[in-house]
Nanobody, 121 residues
Framework: EVQLVESGGGLVQPGGSLRLSCAASGYTYRRYVMPWFRQAPGKEREWVAA???????SYLDSVKGRFTISLDNAKNTLYLQMDSLKPEDTAMYYC???????????????WGQGTQVTVSS
């Protein structure tokens, strides 16, 4: 069974940076997508960034140029480097795991427990 454990969240001032990590184990799909999602209070969970098993990345428009997703296969760890953070980036951030598909967002079947990111002065 896939297990995902996030870390690296915290409180940061606007314009600051954080790097989130997600330690993964128990991969079950030969081809897969590993995304980061976030959910702010009172809002729906939204996809932020994703990387697939071939290294292709994609980003939510509002984080393009500020966030970078990467996957270290040797360490089985997913990262999200977040720069130029804004108050609207405040949310609980979750890593996830899904089989590779054009509709992977509807096929996520493993989630981490989440790590809180708060951007405030």
């Amino acid at each position: 069974e896939v297990q995902l454990v996030e870390s690296g969240g915290g409180l940061v001032q606007p314009g600051g940076s954080l790097r989130l990590s997600c330690a993964a184990s128990g991969y079950t799909y030969r081809r897969y997508v590993m995304p980061w999602f976030r959910q702010a209070p009172g809002k729906e969970r939204e996809w932020v960034a994703a990387i697939d098993s071939e290294g292709k990345t994609s980003y939510l428009d509002s984080v393009k140029g500020r966030f970078t997703i990467s996957l270290d296969n040797a360490k089985n760890t997913l990262y999200l480097q977040m720069d130029s953070l804004k108050p609207e980036d405040t949310a609980m951030y979750y890593c996830a795991y899904a089989p590779y598909s054009g509709s992977w967002k509807q096929l996520v079947d493993y989630w981490g427990q989440g790590t809180q990111v708060t951007v405030s002065s």
